[in-house]
């Protein structure tokens, strides 16, 4: 299913509570040296190209912390950012601004990553009709944030999890006793749903496209198989079926395999692969 919406995940706070934890445990013993009163100002800067996302959970960490932290933020989220730029400040109380120093900059590091990375895939598909698509091979505890920062670099959402879209895989068709058999089963039990076959031959599009479905998912196919695809579908008389490809795709295939007229493009590599981005904060 896919999303356009860039509106904000509704779990930021319990994400964060659980990494406060994780990284708090019964106190910072550190932060216990700097003076209760003490106060400070930091910076927030970026050390390579990157693409920024994860301001909300970088806040809700100061939030939960110390609402008196205060942090001014000098671009949104989807902005392009360039090596040594001032990324945001930060004041208030000097504890609460070291306890959450590294909670804070993991979030933004790996939400950056993500935005940065989808920016890179979408950009080699840019002047084509195929969307780019994420996969469920998040981070596990972050694939709502992992998915928002897939849209921050112009990337779309595939389902968000098991229960929005129906994927018909090829286990799912032997037990279900077929294609067809499938395919009417998942209508019947979801029928508001998106519900996409995968197949992994030319004779499995066929089937799948004869079948009540929205989408057929292309696994692992050669440029000469897709082409060949395409053109079953485009041949078919009545409502037009969606294409996906999946499956071996990266950075010096995807442009090719845009090109041969799929609709969707769905790539791990955007939630799984990720470079971490340089942030550092120092404090003035």
């Known amino acids: 299913m896919v ?35 003490a106060t400070a100002k930091a910076q927030v800067t970026v050390g390579m190209d990157a693409v920024l996302c994860g301001r909300a959970w970088f806040d809700e960490v100061f939030r939960q912390l110390d609402k008196r932290v205060i942090v001014n933020w000098n671009y949104p989220d989807g902005a392009s950012l360039g090596p040594e ?7 208030g109380p000097a504890r609460p ?72 895989k090829e286990n799912h068709i032997a037990a279900a006793g077929g294609v067809e ?8 039990q979801a029928p508001e749903a998106l519900i996409e076959i995968e197949a992994e031959t030319l004779v499995q599009v066929r089937e799948a496209l004869a079948a009540d479905i929205d989408r057929v998912l292309l696994d692992n196919f050669s440029i000469e198989s897709l082409h060949a695809a395409i053109a079953i579908r485009d041949a078919l008389d009545g409502r037009r079926i969606a294409v996906e490809a999946s499956g ?36 003035l």
């Open 3 to 37: 999303q356009h919406s860039q509106s904000l995940p509704p779990d930021i706070s319990d994400t964060v509570t659980r990494a406060l934890e994780e990284d708090q445990g019964c106190g910072d013993l550190t932060a216990g040296l700097i003076a209760e009163d």
């Open 85 to 91: 730029q001032i990324i945001c400040g930060i004041s």
């Open 97 to 168: 601004i070291l306890t959450g120093e590294r909670t804070a900059l993991n979030f933004l590091q790996t939400l950056s990553g993500t935005a940065t990375t989808t920016r890179y895939y979408v950009a080699a598909i840019a002047g084509t009709a195929a969307q780019l698509l994420d996969t469920r091979k998040t981070i596990p505890g972050l694939r709502l944030a992992q998915k928002y920062a897939v849209r921050c670099g112009g990337g779309e959402n595939h389902r968000m999890g098991l229960y929005d879209a129906v994927l018909i």
């Open 181 to 188: 058999p499938a395919a009417h089963s998942a209508r019947r």
């Open 248 to 283: 071996g795709i990266d950075i010096g295939n995807i442009r090719a395999i845009a090109d041969t007229g799929v609709d969707f493009i769905s790539i791990g590599a955007t939630t799984k692969n990720v470079t971490a981005i340089d942030f550092s904060m120092r404090f």
